[in-house]
């Protein structure tokens, strides 16, 4: 069965204190790993999306990286704006195509960076 | 976001009523998927639409139904409404053939 687990669920860090987030996962062929960030109310908003081991992506503060096992989300010197949900998903290969919008998420980790 | 809209945003309904919610996905795209997020259970896939056919499906009940219409317009529906049934439901539409969703804001249902 696809299966997503994320840790910690609750991280909270210093203005400027880096740190990491994990997310393991078991699924039947990656077609990808995507990492969105969700704040309270809203829809995830898309950040990295991975397709294979050894893949890194950036973005601002935040770094993604995959293993054939696992991925890391990487925040470098946080400030309080980055305080939300991170959410990891996976998606199975499907069909001739490869793609479908079913996705399996992870419980998420909900960080909170202090001023 | 990229341009999905849900409708309507809030909702509260009561015990064995029915609901229904509407999705319209970036224009042009025939993809349409749904999921529903509860604190306990998190984001979960409800099921997906494409070019007006149920593509795939996620492990609800038959309570849980949706519809798309010829012009990529979504709609999902539960019937017979429970507590349990009080979630945010979300509405997503792939940007590209890239993999990844782009969602709508919500609709956030009540049941009481």
């Known amino acids: 069965e696809d299966q997503v687990t994320q840790s910690p669920e609750a991280l909270r860090l210093q203005e400027g204190e880096s740190s990491s987030l994990n997310c393991s996962y078991t699924v039947s062929g990656l077609r990808g790993l995507f990492w969105y960030r969700k704040d309270p109310g809203k829809g995830p908003e898309f950040l990295f999306t991975l397709y294979s081991a050894g893949e890194e992506k950036e973005k601002e503060r935040l770094k993604a990286t995959l293993t054939k096992k696992e991925s890391f989300l990487h925040i470098t010197a946080p400030k309080p704006e980055d305080s939300a949900t991170y959410l990891c998903a996976v998606q199975a290969r499907f069909g001739g195509s490869g793609n479908t919008g079913k996705l399996i998420f992870g419980q998420g980790t909900t960080l909170q960076v202090k001023p | 976001k990229a341009g999905v809209t849900q409708t309507p945003r809030y909702l509260i309904k009561t015990r064995g009523q029915q609901v229904t919610l509407s999705c319209s996905p970036i224009s042009g795209h025939r993809s349409v998927s749904w999921y529903q997020q509860t604190p306990g259970q998190g984001l979960q896939f409800l099921f997906e639409?494409?070019?007006?056919?149920?593509?795939n499906k996620g492990n609800f009940p038959g309570r849980f139904s949706g519809r798309q219409f010829s012009n990529s317009r979504s709609e999902m529906n539960v019937s017979t409404l429970e507590l349990g049934d009080s979630a945010l439901y979300l509405c997503a539409t792939p940007p590209g053939n890239t993999g990844e969703l782009f969602f709508g804001e919500g609709s956030r249902l009540t049941v009481l």
């Open positions: 639409y494409f070019s007006e056919t149920q593509r």
